[in-house]
Nanobody, 127 residues
Framework: AQVPVESGGGSVQAGGSLRLSCVVA????????LAWFRQAPGKEREGVAA???????YYADSVKGRFTISLDSAETTLSLQMNDLKPEDTGMYYC?????????????????????WGQGTQVSVSP
């Protein structure tokens, strides 16, 4: 299976914005869930946002109203628009694919459910 490839990370000051992108391949699956995760040093990987082929979208409480997940019409590029960034948003951001399944609010952040992961892109937010 094709591995997702992330880009767009960087360093910004608090209050700034970044847009992450991830190249994905999902057209061979009957259903799928695409998600962004992040991992700060010394912490567990956590789900940030997810979107499935039924256009359902889910967000962690900590990013609601600030982050927006989207997928282009060709279904090849998953994006994460991050506004009003805070120092606690700092971490490595990963794109992940869950095959033959939709996203669900109660489990979209469970890492074990995802089949394919990118290498990650670093986001650093200074005070």
């Amino acid at each position: 299976a094709q591995v997702p490839v992330e880009s767009g990370g960087g360093s910004v000051q608090a209050g700034g914005s970044l847009r992450l992108s991830c190249v994905v391949a999902v057209n061979m699956y009957r259903s799928w869930c695409l998600a962004w995760f992040r991992q700060a040093p010394g912490k567990e990987r956590e789900g940030v946002a997810a979107r499935d082929d039924m256009r359902g979208t889910y967000y962690a409480d900590s990013v609601k109203g600030r982050f927006t997940i989207s997928l282009d019409s060709a279904e090849t590029t998953l994006s994460l628009q991050m506004n009003d960034l805070k120092p606690e948003d700092t971490g490595m951001y990963y794109c992940a694919i869950r095959k033959e399944a939709w996203c669900y609010r109660y489990d979209f952040s469970k890492t074990a459910l995802y089949n394919s992961w990118g290498q990650g892109t670093q986001v650093s937010v200074s005070p």
